[in-house]
């Protein structure tokens, strides 16, 4: 036996291993959730009886079962609406028991739309959020970003299926950089490198599958330099990913300027296994129509979205706040 034979046999055993342990994992969690679910229908049962009652059970659980951590008044509380949001027993069994007890409760008490729900619960189990990033996503509002949102692209006319389809559900718009300090009269480059600054949490905004190349890439094309603002390559879409900044609103000739990055990156860095490298322009903000305009004819696969920092509050909360003009009165 070679070397190279033996470490491919080390190589299936972790990989069987692991899976071994993953399946463990959901097993123990599969139970543990249907057994959440038994209790919270028990409580629901009797609710005529009040609080008392879930008072009552904390306790005698904790003294039969003291070194059992789970069966507080909240968590049973817990419990009682879990199994009022998802009274059918299989769906927990094979929807809910993909995500934690902890996500489970997050996206109930946060989500109140049950397709929704479902979806983050898949979009977790997918991308193995932590508790902390599942709550991200949802008050970043992911879903209305991703799903409802009527997106700018030429993807579909000029991506093969499925990649179109993959490609055009990675994009988000708006995209959401709320790490990021803001600044009057911010340029390009700040942004930029305020993004590369914190790149794990850009990549987090971005999606599952981005790998990070760098900032203000250079390609040499006919004995000229060019420089990509911010370059990935997607391990799902197995293509580049060029990224393209605007500190202002889009403009047409913005698409231009991409389309050729695109073709050089094409001619220069993809490899016969690559899919055609896709394209995505970041502006402070866009005129829809002028946008898919400017992308009808494009030959390179072009999305474009708007991204919002810090400053930019929910209109809801910005209504509520007073002008300059009416604190200036008010100080008079």
Not at 132 to 154: A, C, M, P, T
Not at 179 to 204: C, G, N, S, W, Y
Not at 266 to 283: F, Q, R, T, V
Request: aromatic share 10%; charged share 25%; hydrophobic share 40%.
């Amino acid at each position: 036996m070679n070397s190279s034979e033996y470490i491919s046999i080390v190589e299936n055993i972790k990989r069987e291993i692991k899976a071994a342990q993953y399946r463990a994992v959901i097993h123990a969690n599969v139970d543990m959730l249907l057994l959440y679910h038994d209790i919270g229908c028990v409580i629901n049962e009797h609710k005529l009886w009040g609080n008392r009652f879930i008072d009552n059970l904390a306790t005698d659980i904790r003294i039969d079962f003291p070194e059992s951590k789970g069966y507080s008044v909240r968590n049973l509380k817990y419990m009682a609406k879990f199994a009022e949001t998802y009274p059918n027993r299989e769906f927990v069994q094979t929807v809910s028991a993909q995500i934690p007890w902890s996500h489970n409760i997050a996206i109930i008490e946060k989500v109140k739309d049950p397709e929704q729900r479902i979806w983050y619960i898949q979009k977790t189990a997918e991308n193995g959020w932590s508790h902390n990033v599942l709550i991200h996503q949802i008050e970043s509002g992911l879903y209305q970003r991703q799903v409802l949102v009527d997106k700018v692209s030429n993807f579909e006319s000029r991506l093969p299926s499925p990649q179109s389809e993959l490609a055009a559900q990675t994009m988000k718009d708006p995209y959401v950089f709320d790490f990021i300090p803001f600044r009057d009269e911010m340029l390009e480059r700040d942004i930029e490198q305020a993004l590369v600054r914190d790149v794990t949490k850009l990549l987090l905004e971005l999606g599952t599958g981005f790998a990070f190349l760098g900032n203000q890439y250079h390609l040499n094309v006919g004995g000229d330099d060019f420089y990509i603002d911010l370059l990935f390559y997607n391990l799902n879409l197995r293509c580049y990913v060029v990224i393209e900044l605007k500190a202002g609103d889009f403009k047409p000739e913005y698409a231009g300027q991409l389309n050729f990055y695109l073709s050089a990156v094409d001619g220069i860095l993809k490899k016969a296994e690559d899919n055609p490298s896709i394209g995505l322009l970041l502006c402070k903000s866009k005129n829809n129509l002028v946008a898919e305009y400017s992308l009808k004819d494009i030959s390179k696969p072009i999305g474009v979205s708007e991204y919002k920092v810090t400053s930019s509050l929910p209109d809801a909360l910005e209504e509520q706040l007073p002008s300059v003009e009416d604190i200036l009165k008010r100080i008079k």
